[in-house]
């Protein structure tokens, strides 16, 4: 079993910026593609970021495109989003996520398959 623990998030003001990490264990963390999802109150979950399983080409939301830096340390077991310009509509519950081993990376939620119990990120105006 895979499992995944984010860490970094807290309170920032607008403009600021946040690293959030999600260490991985239970099994090698280089089969697995990562992708990182938040959701805020009264929202549904939504995509923010995912990487391949190797750490090329990460994709990510409209919304924090250019803001954000997904990358990720295999011999570290650990995946990172470097989260810059921080607006109070980044406010959310921030969830790192693995699909099955071997497949593809996806910006879909449902199809990634292990999740972390999250980590609050909020950002004032």
């Known amino acids: 079993q895979l499992q995944l623990v984010e860490s970094g998030g807290g309170s920032v003001q607008a403009g600021g910026s946040l690293s959030l990490s999600c260490a991985a264990s239970g099994r090698t963390f280089s089969d697995y593609a990562m992708g990182w999802f938040r959701q805020a109150p009264g929202k549904e979950r939504g995509f923010v970021a995912s990487?391949?399983?190797?750490?090329?080409?990460?994709g990510y939301s409209n919304s924090v495109k250019d803001r954000f830096i997904l990358s990720r340390d295999n011999a570290d077991n650990t995946m990172y989003l470097q989260m810059d310009s921080l607006n109070p509509k980044d406010t959310a519950v921030y969830y790192c996520a693995a699909r099955r081993a071997y497949y593809l990376a996806s910006s879909s939620a449902s199809d990634y398959h292990y999740w972390g119990q999250g980590t609050q990120v909020t950002v004032s105006s």
């Open positions: 990487i391949s399983r190797a750490g090329g080409s990460p």
